[in-house]
């Protein structure tokens, strides 16, 4: 079983930056594929970033690209997502995934864990 805990957001205005962060705890497997989501009101859950188990390899969706960039720290078992030049588009519950492959995924059913979110408001 894996317990991922999110923190980071908050409210920011247009233009501005916020940091996600994810911690993962129990069993993960050296090769845990990280990824974020965001869900919009009344909006389907949709892929944003996902990074690979040693943190070489990551992908992202185009709405973001250029803007956020996702890392992480193996060590400590966390993933970041550093957004910067928000816009109001980007307004959301954030929610940390994860699964027990080595391959990136960009579909929802593809990860078996997720955290709990966390809501990013970007105001114009």
Do not use: H
Not at 41 to 51: D, H, Q, S, Y
Not at 90 to 104: E, K, Q
């Amino acid at each position: 079983q894996v317990q991922l805990v999110e923190s980071g957001g908050g409210l920011v205005q247009a233009g501005g930056s916020l940091r996600l962060s994810c911690a993962a705890s129990g069993r993960t497997s050296s090769f845990y594929t990280m990824g974020w989501f965001r869900q919009a009101p009344g909006k389907e859950r949709e892929f944003v970033a996902t990074i690979n188990w040693s943190g070489t390899s990551t992908l992202y969706a185009d709405s973001v690209k250029g803007r956020f960039t996702i890392s992480r720290d193996s060590a400590k078992n966390t993933v970041y997502l550093q957004m910067n030049s928000l816009k109001p588009d980007d307004t959301a519950v954030y929610y940390c995934a994860g699964r027990d492959r080595p391959t990136l995924q960009t579909l929802v059913v593809t990860y078996q864990d997720w955290g709990q979110g966390t809501q990013v408001t970007v105001s114009s």
